[in-house]
């Protein structure tokens, strides 16, 4: 099935995934071959919120196919406070792009935006609800590294609570056979029951583990998280010697599989010790180049579908309590729920 | 005769609109065409004042040639604040540009700079006084809806008193044959008797509404403006109802001519019902398509023109009593008078 | 022996330069040629400080060579703040470019940049330590308006005391031959003795001025900067009066030879009459023109460096007292001197 907006990776197939990842590899082996690929083309990167790594990636994702540029880092830049809806906003934008990428605090406003485009959206993060571009880098990047994305045990340590990476990730690895999890946190950060109940109902298995020591042996593949300090409400008797047991050192990475995969979707603070980045096994840096190719690939696919619009029809008022929600300042959204009844903008339920 | 900058539409002929026009067209024909047009060619970008749609167009316009940007969106991402006049900061841009967009507060800023630049200026809005290339937009629409310009009536509705496209839109219509407006506005917000003085002068009859309802069904082409509450001095009884006099809906929209054109200069708020977009008659969002096409016949021709400076000899202390003037703050600007004996730079009487 | 990073031009051979110019005249004589040699590369334009003239001159330099641009021109657009290294930033950032420009407040920032970069690191002004692509240009205006760059009588006036691009000028100008100086300051702003002790360490005469009349007959170069007003502590008597003595008029213009070269890095404000701009020997509006040249050669050269790091070791902690100095945020840096056993960052004395 041709997709025309990538909101979230919950709606892809595998195939649509395998044949992103087959171009991918192509671009990767002859990226000279495709220096004009997009000549002509024009992507409008709108930052409603700031970014640096998943902006900077787009963008070198775009140049690097010929094409072009234009937009905002900053909405602090723009004119946009001048009352006018997002649905105007994207509609003129439209008018001038061949794809549109865009982040926003709200939740739900990249499918909303993408109702009102004459041509594809990609959500690069609304708020803290989805962000299928970074799941698509993961994704790259273990392909590349393991060969295939199934037959796997990943470690997943950090902060499994508030993560979006992680539970992105999560869900898009329920489409690969034999995914078996190790969940490394603290009580406080641990990963939530909606999660092990998405695990448990798609038949992947998890262990639970208190520590990166008792966990690291085992493990294919390590997603190392960020954790917040402000996460702990300080009931917490020694902050940093909990911190210490979610860190990855060198020392610990002598435990480690010989071809295990350390990733990390940046910005890395303190949780990965500096002295690891020389390790081969250290991907994240590499994950970042990733990311950049399949961005290269969604670009070359979106930017050449046609331009067209279908306005929504307008079911009634759309009610959401989630104050984070799009439907809560663009008041003319249609009506529209999920495959769980919930909210069909930020997924909450109603 | 050729054209070197373009800071006011009354500074162009019809012929040379014409062969614009006609540029315009056949970009619009063949795209991939015109793809390399600009190739190596670079324009700079300088918003004093941060713009989305006009800087947007511009940015697209450019890159649909081929061709380059630098500048910025936004001056507090400059360096400007040293104290460096406006005539440097110019002569120092256009010593790596050919040619130069300009969007700045002040008014007559981009008629100053026109002085100090080594390639073409083009006046992307200086204050509320001119801008010139949202007047291409709107002629570039009208032409493409209907044909030809002139044998038309305009409806001119919202407020017409601040207005500062409108005004420039009927000053650029006086040069074609045939144009009837019907003033829609309140009281408030009525055409400034120096607009019905011109109109009067040059021969364009006119008629006054006090609602949209009253005058919709004579209308060939309605250009709708928004009513900014502010505008309002309190002593109306009910804003909300008046507003709603100057509002056009869906059903309003069924007493209109089948011929219709609905212009906006966008950003639109409230003035124009969401529902209307969906009818065919709503040209908006088209026309701001429409504004990519002709400003790329206009980069087109500008950045194919001959570098040089002929630096202004200076006839003494230029002297404006209107405190958003240029003059007020470059001081080393020459003395200059506009046609009617005003100032030269921002057109207020002396 | 190729040049990998420009941080310092101390750094740089006679022989790299000759390189470079012969490659920038190349550039100059013939630009078509030379619009696609760098199409299909990227440079990161990292701006951690507003600056307007640096940034467009490099922005259009990688334009004219058919090359594309991404980074920020403002830090508070990034998010940078999430706490991530400058190490983490740029080796992030490596992985998308073919060359970083990067201009940052902390003195040895470009430095500690290179260390983790996969491709070339431009240093764009490191506070206010270095600025060695100022340097680049002011030798190729030099150059490029008496035929060769020794055998001169350079006047310097203005801040001889905090002008970095000063003392960057004369330590380069040690690498030719018969450099004279004629040194044009105030008291409160003259040169430092380190400055005054590297001439006579190699060998470069020097006299001394106290008003810009009494010295402007026997200059070739005259280098002029601008006097900040904050930087006189209240002492003198008429900062007016003593700041007229080192500004430059048409009325002292009547008193220089006739081939001198008058030069100023921009911004000026008041130090050079208005007037003096159209005097065929005002060449500081050509020179940001030749600085855009220089820059095409450099990005010519760096963006076509093979792909690679070598992760520094870490040989202990690195301890400088200047609190400007990159290693005072940047605590992993590995220790490091420079030739006189200073700081090998900032090159203050540890």
């Known amino acids: 099935m041709p997709v025309r907006n990538l909101i979230s990776f919950d709606d892809v197939s595998v195939a649509w995934w395998d044949g992103l990842y087959k171009s991918c590899t192509e671009i990767m082996a002859r990226p000279d071959d495709y220096r004009d690929a997009c000549r002509g083309k024009l992507l409008a990167s709108l930052f409603f919120e700031s970014s640096t790594r998943t902006r900077f990636s787009f963008q070198a ?21 001048k009352g006018e809806s997002l649905a105007d906003t994207i509609r003129m934008t439209s008018s001038y792009a061949d794809t549109i990428v865009m982040r926003n605090p709200q939740e739900g406003a990249a499918l909303a935006a993408s ?63 034999n995914v078996r999890f190790v969940l490394i946190a603290p009580d406080a950060l641990k990963m939530p029951e909606y999660m092990t109940a998405f695990m448990r109902a798609h038949l992947m298995e998890y262990a639970v583990a208190d520590s990166l020591e008792s966990a690291i042996g085992d493990l ?54 500096r002295a690891v980045d020389a390790d081969p096994r250290a991907k994240y840096f590499e994950q970042a180049r990733f990311g950049m190719f399949i961005r290269m690939a969604l670009l070359l696919d979106f930017t050449h579908q046609p331009r067209g619009i279908e306005y929504p029809a307008h079911e009634g008022e759309h009610e959401c309590g989630n104050p984070k929600c799009v439907t809560k300042t663009e008041l003319y959204l249609p009506k529209r729920l999920n495959a769980d009844g919930g909210c069909g903008y930020c997924d909450k339920k109603l």
Chains 1, 2, 3 share one sequence.
């Not at 990943?154 to 990730?169: A, E, F, I, M, P």
């Open 220 to 273: 294919d593949v390590l997603y190392m998280t960020r954790i917040q300090r402000e996460r702990f409400d300080g009931a917490e008797e020694n902050v940093d010697a909990l911190m210490s047991k979610f860190t990855l050192t060198a020392e610990l990475m002598k435990r480690a599989k010989s071809d295990l995969t350390v990733l990390h979707p940046l910005p890395r603070v303190n949780e990965i010790e």
């Open 115 to 177: 109702l009102y485009s004459e041509v594809p959206v990609i959500n690069a993060g609304d708020g803290g609800h989805l962000h299928p571009t970074q799941t698509l880098t993961d994704l790259t990047t273990i392909a590349q590294t393991r060969g295939v994305i199934g037959n796997v045990t990943v470690g997943l340590c950090g902060d499994l609570k508030y993560g979006r990476t992680v539970h992105s990730l999560v869900t898009a690895l329920a489409k690969f056979p």
């Open 61 to 81: 994702a775009m140049l690097r196919l010929g094409g072009s540029l234009f937009g905002f880092s900053n909405p602090a830049d723009t004119s946009i406070s």
